[in-house]
C-alpha cells in the first residue's frame, strides 16, 4: 500500500470533475482497510467508493481511502431463497449482473445503477418501484475509530427514501464493507408496474417475463434517458422526488392540474422531479460546460470542463425556479462535497 500526495480525481467521480486529493490511498482487503485507518487516525479521512453520487466543488484536503474490496458469493440457499454477500467494491451492476447469471431474484429493477455495493444501503438507492432495503439482510461496516466490524441488520440501518443511518446520526462513522441480500431461487416477484417496463416487454414480444428479461428491459429503459458517465459526466438522478403533505399537494395540483403524482400514504403525495423540472423549462439546457440532459430533466451533465461549482449554481437555480414556480422545494440526492 503506497500514499500518493496530489492524486487527481477526476476518474474517480462519475462527473468527471477535475479535483485533487491532498492524499490517496487504495485498500483492497479488510487487514489492510483497518492499518490504514490505525495508521492515520489523526488525518483527516474522505471514504471514496465508486464516486457515483457524489459532485466535487473543491479539492480534497484529506486522505482519500479508495474501498476496493472484492468478492461476491452465495453463503445459503434454502426454502426458495439465498443468501448472498458482497464486497463493498464490487461495481452494482456487475454485481446484479451475476445474481440474474445464477437465477437470483430481486435486484434486476435495480439494473444499470452507476456505483458500488458498499455505498447502496447508505443511499437506499431505488428505481421501478424497487428499494435495497426490499431485499437487504445486514451489511458488516468498519468503525472508523477502532476499527471493529460491526453487522448491522435491516432495522438498525433505518431505511427510508434515499436515506439510512449512514446518512444520518451515523454518517462518517462507519464504512460498510460488505452487504448480504435475501435473494428468490423460485417463484420470483415479478415487478413490471413502475415506469416504461410493461411498455418494453410488450415491444419485444415478452408475455411472461424473466428476471433476465426485466433486467434487460430496465437497462434499454435506462440507456434510452440517461448518459453513460464514461461518455457524459453525470451522477444518475441529481434531485430526489419531493414528497409533499397532501395539503401541499392539492394547492399545486390546482394550479397544474396535469402533475403527475404518486399517493406515498393518506398524508403524503411524491411529484417528480424530473417533470417539475421540465415544466421550469431547463430540460435540454447547457450553461457553458454544465447542464440538464437532454432525455431526462432529472439528470445534470458535466459537457466537458465544468467545474463542480458551476453544476452546483445550476442546480440552485433549479430549485430556486422549481419553488417558484410550483411552490415545491427539490433537494439534491447527489451529496456534494
Known sequence: MEIIANYPLKNHNTFGISALAKEFIQVH???????????????????LGGGSNMLLTRDIDALVVHIDLKGKEVIKSENGFAEVKAMAGENWHEFVQFCISNNLGGLENLSLIPGNVGTTPIQNIGAY???????????????????????????????????SIFKGKLKDQYIIVSVTFKLTTE???????????AAELTKNNVVIPTIKDVSEAVTAIRQSKLPNPAELGNSGSFFKNPIITAQEFEKA????????????????????????IEQSGFKGKRFGDAGVHAKQALVLVNYGNATGTEILDLSKKIQNTVFENFGIAIEAEVNII
Open 187 to 197: 417463484n420470483h416477484k415479478i415487478n413490471t408496474s413502475y415506469g416504461d417496463i
Open 129 to 163: 418501484g424497487t428499494e435495497i432495503k426490499d431485499t437487504f439482510v445486514s451489511c458488516e461496516a468498519m468503525d472508523i475509530a477502532t476499527q471493529q466490524i460491526k453487522t448491522f441488520t435491516k432495522e438498525e440501518c433505518e431505511f427510508a427514501y434515499r436515506e
Open 253 to 276: 395540483y390546482l394550479l397544474h392540474p396535469t402533475m403527475p403524482h404518486y399517493k406515498v400514504s393518506d398524508t403524503e403525495v411524491k411529484v417528480p422531479a424530473g417533470w417539475l
Open 29 to 47: 482487503t479488510i487487514t489492510e482497510l483497518a492499518e490504514v485507518l490505525k495508521q492515520n487516525k489523526n488525518k483527516k479521512l474522505f471514504i
